[in-house]
């Protein structure tokens, strides 16, 4: 197989299986963070409250994933609106809504780049509505 071809080969592979992770994800079967190595490197742009460079999954979930998620009364669904992939990045647009556990709904669009190395996710930049996302994080402690 020639170097273009496998090029292909592993961007399509790594394409694959974030579709299939939104998938689970939206299933309740699982996310996409399953798909993270433990030394992922997670920054999130923008102003967030959240914004910033987090250097391991285990910083990424508990300083930012696990509080959100305590925001919410029930799991986070998304919506895959497009995942596209060049070589060892794919690129996830997507919405996700749920209810906030004061009642109100929460709703986002999200752009995430992420870098493979070896079917794991080693690199993230992660794009979203700050203001929204900051609404949430001051209007609702987590649970």
Sequence with gaps: MNASRTTLAIAERNREAVRQAFE???EGRGTLFDLMAPDVRWEIAG???VAGT????EAVM???????NKRF????VPTVRRVYADGDTVV???DAETVATDGLPY??????????REGSIVDVVAFFD??????LWTRVSPE
Excluded at 62 to 68: E, K, R, T
Excluded at 130 to 135: A, G, K, L, P
């Design 24 to 26: 689970r994800w939206r």
């Design 47 to 49: 102003h967030s409250a």
């Design 54 to 57: 987090y250097p391991s999954k």
């Design 62 to 68: 508990n300083q930012v994933i696990v509080p959100l």
């Design 73 to 76: 009364a029930r799991p986070l």
């Design 92 to 94: 996830a647009l997507f």
């Design 107 to 116: 709703r986002n669009s999200y752009s995430w780049f992420l870098r493979f």
């Design 130 to 135: 700050s203001v929204d996302f900051n609404e």
